[in-house]
Nanobody, 122 residues
Framework: QVQLVESGGGLVQPGGSLRLSCAAS????????MGWYRQTPGKQREWVAR???????NYADSVKGRFTISRDNAKNTVSLQMNSLKPEDTAVYYC????????????????WGQGTQVTVYS
């Protein structure tokens, strides 16, 4: 199977920085895009940023200029550098990847990590 494991969440004061990382492992043939989403209680999961296999990036307007997404194709990892954090960035952050896998057959599917909590407190 495929696993996405996140790390790097925590507590930070407004204006501070955190770096999230996510590593994909398993029966991976190709990883297409990788990205980050976030969710707060009672709200739908919100897209934050995405990076293609070729390195093209896109960001939600709410994080543009403050967050930077990057990936290491050789290591199957994606990171999210979060600067100038605000209380409204508080959420559980989820890693997502569009992956072509070979298990019994070759299948392309979306995979999710377990989530990591980011809390920005004042």
């Amino acid at each position: 199977q495929v696993q996405l494991v996140e790390s790097g969440g925590g507590l930070v004061q407004p204006g501070g920085s955190l770096r999230l990382s996510c590593a994909a492992s398993g029966s991976i043939l190709i990883i297409f895009s990788m990205g980050w989403y976030r969710q707060t209680p009672g709200k739908q999961r919100e897209w934050v940023a995405r990076v293609t296999s070729g390195g093209m990036t896109n960001y939600a307007d709410s994080v543009k200029g403050r967050f930077t997404i990057s990936r290491d194709n050789a290591k199957n990892t994606v990171s999210l550098q979060m600067n100038s954090l605000k209380p409204e960035d508080t959420a559980v952050y989820y890693c997502n990847a569009d992956i072509l896998v070979r298990i019994t057959t070759v299948t392309r599917a979306d995979y999710w990590g377990q989530g990591t909590q980011v809390t920005v407190y004042s």
